[in-house]
């Protein structure tokens, strides 16, 4: 297992970090904000990131993909996370389309991949049914008739979820709430009968949605992989998703840690530059240690999911410690990173605000540090 990244993936980091610095800086997302925007993202940096081929990264060339590994996804993440740029890589590709990939039949990886890769359509994961991340405890219905399934149920904390031309929504076919067997995986049009769909306002100022079915017809078509046995395809679907997040997290945090490593060698008090003040330079040490615990268990984690030797629970504890530490990590820099700033730390005219909001945010997407503590300890 490589703790590195190849080559290849460090010119893509390169590249990443170059496109994303001309083309989407910090202030990109405050002008997004300060919009309103709905999309939450810039549809035309979302069209020039496709045309670079972030979108096929993960899939099969058969697909049209560069199968360039889930390794390959963390350069592109780490970039997004230094400069705060918002686009549905995380939704679209990672989530969604790694389902699609991992449990839907030719016909419907056919249809949807080369759609996902090339831009021309996005898809949104609808998993959440409460305040915390809890993918098991799956409580919509999806009963069965002549015609398909009946949808009935919420969803809420969609990524991405307004403007998506469907949903791969996770319900209930089977068993209870809690249980990992009986959940189901549906393609649901953004245009079916019964299906609505409204803003739900998160502070990092992103794309989130509700979905409320009631009584959301969907043919049998619709269903990705087997009844009932949806499980396996989204706990591995969600795992790239938090590898992905805990690479996003990491960018951010090592944004904020160079920041404010500037501001404490230019700041000056007392006729002196604070950065020698010994206090300041303990806490600047410890955020560099932390940093570097992250990136190792950051690496080891996208190495996990290209390796088809390792099990499933060595796999799990791996991604669960990536997604702690480097959320863990990420939230005790942009913390520090306000209080070393000072008075002007807690100001809009300052971007640690934007990412200190963001790194909340996506530190609890997919669990926050007390989930993958516990989901640590249950798969040792």
Known sequence: MSLRYSDEQR?????????????????AQRRLR???????????????????????????????????????????????????????LLSSVVLAGSLVHLAGNTAQQTRWLHALIGGKQRLALALEEHSR???????????????????????????????????????????QPGDSSGISLFLVPADAPGLTVSALPM???????????????????????????????????????????????????????DTTLEYLKTRVQFDTRIGTFQVLQHRAAQMYIDLALSRSALMAALASLDDDS?????????????????????????????????GIGVTDELDVGL?????????????????HCQRYASNT
């Open 133 to 175: 991340h809890e993918p098991q405890r799956i409580a919509v219905q999806a009963l069965p008739n002549e015609q398909g399934y009946r949808l009935q149920g919420e969803k809420f904390w969609v990524v991405d979820g307004l403007g998506a031309d469907a949903y791969v929504v996770a319900a209930r076919t089977a068993g």
């Open 355 to 371: 990412y200190l909001k963001r790194v909340r945010v996506a530190q609890s997407c997919l669990g926050d540090r007390d989930f």
């Open 11 to 27: 010119l893509l980091a390169d590249s990443a970090r170059d496109f994303l610095a001309d083309c989407s800086p910090v202030s």
């Open 203 to 257: 502070i990092d100022s992103r794309n989130s949605a509700r979905l409320q079915m009631d009584q959301v017809q969907v043919s049998h078509g619709a269903l990705l992989g087997n009844e009932g046995e949806g499980w396996h395809a989204l706990d591995s679907a969600l795992d790239r998703g938090r590898v992905c997040l805990a690479a996003e997290l990491l960018g951010m945090a090592g944004q904020l840690f």
């Open 310 to 342: 390792l099990d499933t629970r060595t796999r799990a504890r791996l991604v669960s410690l990536a997604k702690w530490k480097a959320g863990d990590t990420a939230i005790k820099v942009a913390n520090e990173a306000v209080q070393m700033h000072g």
């Open 34 to 88: 300060d919009e309103a925007s709905a999309l939450g993202f810039s549809a035309q940096l979302w069209s020039d990131a496709v045309a670079l081929g972030w979108s096929a990264v993960p899939f099969p060339e058969a697909f049209g993909g560069l199968e360039f590994g889930c390794k390959g996804l963390g350069p592109l993440f780490e970039a997004m996370g230094r400069n705060l740029s918002a686009m549905p």
